[in-house]
């Protein structure tokens, strides 16, 4: 059976590969080449890159490519990945790290969903989601600095978590949903790598 939603060869980018279709030239990346002396700069660095690789890939979008879904039944978008990630940041860095009665941003019990069904081809939609990314990673930055050490202790109900296993957890948060934005934004425009 044949889907009657899905896209034709002829609607698809054309995919290539060359310096033209990467994001940056590998002189003007901002993120990192490793080189960390220690655990928590090496932590903190590879969270950071991939906070960076998700702006990457968000790049010069507007607000209806950063809205499109991936394929159905998925509401995923790269619009969707920013919402999502706000809401992680937020749910461990203020809740579960720093004990804060912090509302979730989108999601509730009754729309669980939220980060991704709310995320719409609205520039309001896009600039609020960007604007809340950017506050909960400068609020977990600003935590993790001023944390007396990787062992730092949070709690989410039954759920004791050092700063150290939380920052592998992000690590690999942003690296598993990069490679959902790799293949979104290859969807878009072909742009690819990086």
Known sequence: MTDPHADTPAD??????????????????????????????????????????????????????????????????????????AEVERGWFRRTMAGEDAPRIWCTEEEPDADFDGAVADPKVVEEAWAAWRAEVAYAERFVDEAAGLGVKGHRGDLTISLRELLVHMIEEYARHNGHADFLRERIDGRVGQ
């Not at 590969?17 to 220690?38: N, T, V």
């Open 12 to 85: 698809l980018p054309t995919r290539s590969f060359g310096w033209s279709d990467m994001f940056l030239k590998p002189e003007d990346d901002p993120r990192s080449d490793g080189g960390f002396d220690d655990e928590r700069s090496l932590l903190v660095g590879y969270l950071r890159d991939h906070r960076l690789t998700l702006e990457l890939k968000c790049a010069d979008l507007d607000a209806e490519a950063l809205a499109r879904r991936s394929v159905p039944p998925s509401t995923m978008s790269l619009l969707g990945l920013v919402r999502h990630m």
